[in-house]
């Protein structure tokens, strides 16, 4: 074809497509390369300090020490490989020690329960007071934040009051914490979002907060968050609708089983009705920069020896399963939870590291193997070297030993340009 009308064509497809790709880049502006936790424990807010992540992390450690101080014993707890676990213990230890908690909620939901307005008013204002001073100990977590009761005519007043003296108080007590995070649960229309994108503007100008300090979470909760009555797929709307403040989709797996008519007995993680809505939750997010969260299991590890295994060994198989789902966050009820999490994790993302470390060095160098990868399976096998990196299942020094490639580099695999709309994918 003659370059002139080469050229002619070309500008012609680009007037053609302006509207879509200014939609998709919009739209699928990639993932924002922050950090994300690997679950989010949820604190209710009559028994939340700022001492509450040092707290579990402490309360973690003893119960480690009395029903499983070895290796062997955590082992035999959890059914795992001994050598598994015997690689990352030290580095569970090291992070109950210093980052017990990645992500801390304070709960003003189910968590709080039914209390008068003047014990919320208060404790609404301890949890603001408290969560300023948080963000400013070494241990603090790398998110925190609250729940509150939702935007359904029943609580909405409740709960933007206490949203309200949450964040004055925290304003007034030295700032919220740098990624500050609202949970709103039940949440079913686009038009709650919408509200909630206009609930923290104004926030944000009455407390005297910069521009985008409040992001939120969407917890999905009742099955018509998944699958409206129009037959499409709810979720996708409601991220769409957050104007870039959605930090992520929750899945509620209580409330959606029961609303979907699970009997109490069967409601779980792993339930089919549960893998199929984080399974739509998960497209729906896809490419949006918004993460998703598997749900909690309500089974606590406490009791004697015999029900703490028990409890360690369902918690163990079901973080497992989510990792190997692409579900790299759960929710945590108490501080028995945190050894098992960071367990499975660690021992998980060191065998991705393992798994991905040839790859990527095949894949930087040309080299000829039997696994042809491209650049987005480089971009995922980076992703997961650096998410282990970050909540401390490997450190530098072995990540570049096994790769060949330094933090820098896998960042700029990462940060490779999306595959749609113009952004690229920034740390």
Known sequence: MDGSVLEGLIAEVDRRLADVDAVSAARYPGDSGL???????????????????????????????EFAPSADDLARAVSAPVGDVAGVLPRVRAKLATQPIEDLRVDFEDGFG????????????AAGVGLAELASRRDAPLLAGVRVKGLQPATRRRGLRTLDLVIGAAARGGGLPPRFVVTWPKVMFPAEVTAMVEVSERLEAAHGLPAGAIRFELQI???QAVVGAD???????LVHAAGGRCEGLHYGTYDFSAAA???????????????????????????????VSDGSTNVLPVGD??????????????VLRS????????????PGHLPTRYLATYAFLRHELAASAARLRAYTARAATSVLDEPATAQALAGAVLRGLDCGATDLAE??????????????????????????FIE
């Open 231 to 237: 037959g499409e797929a709810t979720v996708a709307r």
């Open 399 to 424: 990540v570049e030993a096994a790769t060949g490639l330094d933090r820098a580099e896998l960042g700029r695999l990462v940060r490779r340009t999306s595959p749609v709309g113009n952004a690229t």
């Open 261 to 291: 008519g699970v009997a109490a007995g069967q409601q779980a993680l792993d339930h089919p009705l549960a893998d199929h809505a984080k399974a739509v939750m998960q497209l729906a997010a896809a490419g949006t920069g918004v993460r």
């Open 221 to 223: 909760e009742v099955p």
């Open 305 to 318: 020896r015999e029900k703490v295994h028990a409890a360690w060994q369902l918690h163990h198989r079901l």
């Open 35 to 65: 950090r994300q936790p690997v679950h989010t424990a949820y604190v209710p807010a009559n028994a939340f300090s700022p001492d509450t992540a040092r707290t579990w992390g402490a309360q973690a450690m003893a119960l480690m020490d």
């Open 323 to 334: 990792l190997r789902r692409g579900l790299y966050q759960g929710w945590d009820l108490h």
């Open 114 to 125: 039914p209390g008068t307005d003047a014990e919320e008013d208060d404790a609404a204002v």
